[in-house]
């Protein structure tokens, strides 16, 4: 694939924010989708960032202020999305790790 592609080789890194990644609580700010949990595109992105604008959307009807409202959604946000990063962080490194022994050739 790579000797017989279009043009040159493009190295195109992955970004993943380091786990377990959190920040100070601030009353009027907060994060969501990759901005919050930035990790290897193992399947979990978009869904993620859809659930959590979801529940940042019902916390802030839900809740009588905005801190409240704030507080509330990253005690679920942030410990799912570390839980999910850590294991996808997993994944990634057993998809590129180098094999410890030869990799046997088909005969
Ligand atoms: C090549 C590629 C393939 C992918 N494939 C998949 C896939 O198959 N399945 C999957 O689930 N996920 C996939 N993802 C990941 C998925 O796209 C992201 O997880 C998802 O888009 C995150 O949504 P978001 O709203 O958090 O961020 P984004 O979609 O990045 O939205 C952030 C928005 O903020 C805007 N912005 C940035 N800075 C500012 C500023 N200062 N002022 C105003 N606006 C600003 C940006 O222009 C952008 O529109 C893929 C990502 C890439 C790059």
Known sequence: MITDNDGAYVNRPLFALPVPHTW????????LGDAAHLMPPLGADVNLAMLDASELAL???GHATTGEAVRSY??????RANAIAARLKHGLDHMLAVPDRPVRQPS
């Open 59 to 61: 916390a802030i009807v």
């Open 24 to 31: 100070r609580y601030s009353p009027s700010a907060t994060l």
């Open 74 to 79: 990253e005690a679920t946000m942030l410990p």
